[in-house]
T-cell receptor, first 114, second 112 residues
Framework: DAGVIQSPRHEVTEMGQEVTLRCKPI?????LFWYRQTMMRGLELLIY????????DSGMPEDRFSAKMPNASFSTLKIQPSEPRDSAVYFC????????????FGQGTRLTVV | GENVEQHPSTLSVQEGDSAVIKCTYS??????FPWYKQELGKGPQLIID?????GEKKDQRIAVTLNKTAKHFSLHITETQPEDSAVYFC???????????FGQGTELSVKP
């Protein structure tokens, strides 16, 4: 398996624009996580899914953020409208959950909002 | 919910010395404690983990200890090498199943 695949790797956008980050989890993994990493706040859990169902979105900072998982092999994190303070590295991770809970991370998407 | 505190935030050691990173957690129901290593420009990668039914686990130069009573766990790296330089994160899974909560990270620098 190629691991967790995120796209794009880098994204530069203007304030106010819509941004969509994409993630393909490892096949067979039941859990999918979206994290945001900044120098100030470290790794923050935004939302996670179990079997494509959102379980906890309490980390989503504002209504401008939304995430979907239409099927077991694809998830998106959308920011609309984007703001400069959204600039960060966004990671997607997947795991089997349960007794085997190692989370495998993608390479991340570095988002810069200017 | 779960809260994980990690110390120190930065750690500098000489090659060959040992490094110790400590974490505390708040949720007594937490039962899984992984450690992740993040190299520059990459996502975090699991290096070792421990479950609540054991007190210590070792894998070559890396060991983790867990004290459930005190709710703290530590990462020990012996005979450090320059390639150990990275940011290390501890984490815990709380009683909500798959929700993994990370500590703030420790930037380890191993000087040749």
């Amino acid at each position: 398996d190629a691991g967790v695949i995120q796209s794009p790797r880098h994204e530069v956008t203007e304030m106010g624009q819509e941004v969509t980050l994409r993630c393909k989890p490892i096949s067979g993994h039941d859990y999918l996580f979206w994290y945001r990493q900044t120098m100030m706040r470290g790794l923050e859990l935004l939302i996670y899914f179990n079997n494509n169902v959102p379980i906890d979105d309490s980390g989503m900072p504002e209504d401008r953020f939304s995430a979907k998982m239409p099927n077991a092999s694809f998830s998106t994190l959308k920011i609309q409208p984007s703001e400069p303070r959204d600039s960060a590295v966004y990671f997607c991770a997947s795991s089997l959950g349960g007794s085997n809970t190692e989370a495998f991370f993608g390479q991340g998407t570095r988002l810069t909002v200017v | 919910g779960e809260n994980v505190e990690q110390h120190p935030s930065t750690l500098s050691v000489q090659e060959g010395d040992s490094a110790v990173i400590k974490c505390t957690y708040s949720d007594s129901a937490s039962n899984y404690f992984p450690w992740y290593k993040q190299e520059l420009g990459k996502g975090p990668q699991l290096i070792i983990d421990i479950r609540s039914n054991v007190g210590e686990k070792k894998d070559q130069r890396i060991a983790v200890t867990l004290n459930k009573t005190a709710k703290h766990f530590s990462l020990h790296i012996t005979e450090t090498q320059p390639e150990d330089s990275a940011v290390y994160f501890c984490a815990a899974i709380g009683n909500q199943g798959g929700k993994l909560i990370f500590g703030q990270g420790t930037e380890l620098s191993v000087k040749p």
